[in-house]
């Protein structure tokens, strides 16, 4: 019998340019994965969900102040906690694609890219 069961979802919606346009991407994150586990059901139970890099947000902009103030996020954010919670939901492990995470703790011209 197999161990674990894995399986990628894979996303197709325009990039947000705004942190309230992310709210979007994150919803159908969010039913891509139950999509996964319920269409897996049948046939076995999934141990694992990889969402693509950048799933919520690519850095689009030029410059790191635009990418900050218009995409940049803490960690964690409502988007971890959503998908956090479909994970304890499912009793599953989500990779749940790449953030531009801001932390204050270090100076301002860095912007961490966060898996």
């Known amino acids: 019998p197999l161990k674990y069961n ?5 996303t197709n919606f325009p990039n947000p340019t ?8 994150t919803t159908r994150i969010v039913q891509l994965i139950e ?15 990889v969402c693509p890099e ?6 689009v902009f030029p410059t ?11 960690i964690p954010n409502e988007h971890t906690e959503r998908v956090l919670e479909k ?5 599953i492990h989500i990779q749940m694609g790449s ?9 301002e011209r860095y912007l961490i890219l966060h898996a």
């Open 99 to 107: 953030m531009l995470e801001i932390d204050e703790k270090i100076q």
């Open 54 to 59: 950048f799933a919520h947000a690519a850095p």
């Open 35 to 49: 999509m996964a586990v319920e269409g897996y059901k049948p046939f076995l139970p999934l141990s694992f969900i």
């Open 64 to 74: 790191l102040q635009e990418l900050r103030s218009k995409l940049g996020v803490p």
């Open 6 to 10: 894995a399986a990628a979802v894979q």
């Open 18 to 25: 705004a942190l309230s346009d992310m709210k979007k991407s």
């Open 87 to 91: 994970a304890r939901e499912y009793n």
